[in-house]
């Protein structure tokens, strides 16, 4: 199965800073790879697909970067609505695979 | 709209089956695909297998001994069995409606939340 690991396991962040998340393959996954926000008590919300393609609805802010084994997904202006766990996903290869998530906190 | 709703019961003792239902609306399960996800609390989600918008199903391999997941396209119904239930079983189940394209979840069921416990 392929690994997913993200980094880091939390951060907090101010008003308007930008934040940036990563997440490692065990393999190379050729940009198959997902992000998803969930925030408390609430179901995974897709944000980038494909690496960088940004799922409708989902604001500008976001971004999604990276190839090979090393993606990123980076939130342009930190806002309140954005605190919450962030996992990354491979979308290539059975089994799917999620990264063990990163909690984003208001700073 | 696309919605999807889980349904099934709380608690589950172990060594008995599991048994779920996903009711959807608003899309089709012969032109999109439906998976089932599992997430223990405080943990990443796990994907556990799918329903293909032809029929065909793909299983997590770690679970394809116990797991089956079949659908009623006329009551646009997609259901879960799994047997053998233990308690690192326990966590939220979801359903998920599936991009047609790669394998990611474009959108999720609100979820139930599944105890095994004695």
């Known amino acids: 199965d392929i690994q997913m690991t993200q980094s880091p396991a939390s951060l907090s962040a101010s008003l308007g800073e930008t934040v940036t998340i990563q997440c490692q393959a065990s393999e190379d996954i050729y940009s198959g790879l997902a992000w998803y926000q969930q925030k408390p008590g609430k179901s995974p919300q897709l944000l980038i697909y494909g690496a960088s393609s940004l799922q409708d609805g989902v604001p500008s802010r976001f971004s999604g970067s990276g190839s090979g084994t090393q993606y990123s997904l980076k939130i342009s202006s930190m806002q309140t609505e954005d605190e919450g766990v962030y996992f990354c996903?491979?979308?290539?290869?059975?089994?799917?695979?999620f990264g063990g998530g990163t909690k984003l906190e208001l700073k | 709209q696309v919605q999807l709703k889980e349904s099934g019961p709380g608690l589950v003792q172990p060594s008995e089956t599991l048994s779920l239902t996903c009711t959807v609306s608003?899309?089709?399960?012969?032109?999109?695909?439906v998976s089932w996800v599992r997430q223990p609390s405080g943990k990443g989600p796990e994907w556990m297998g799918r329903?293909?918008?032809?029929?065909?199903?793909a299983y997590n391999s770690a679970l394809k001994s116990r797991l089956s997941i079949s659908r009623d396209t006329s009551k646009n119904q997609v259901f879960l069995k799994m047997n053998s239930l233990q308690t690192d079983d326990t966590g939220t189940y979801y359903c998920t409606r599936d991009l047609n394209w790669g394998g990611y979840f474009d959108y999720w069921g609100q979820g139930v939340m599944v105890t095994v416990s004695s």
């Open positions: 996903q491979q979308g290539l290869k059975y089994p799917w695979t």
């Open positions: 608003g899309f089709s399960l012969t032109s999109y695909s």
């Open positions: 329903m293909w918008y032809d029929g065909d199903t």
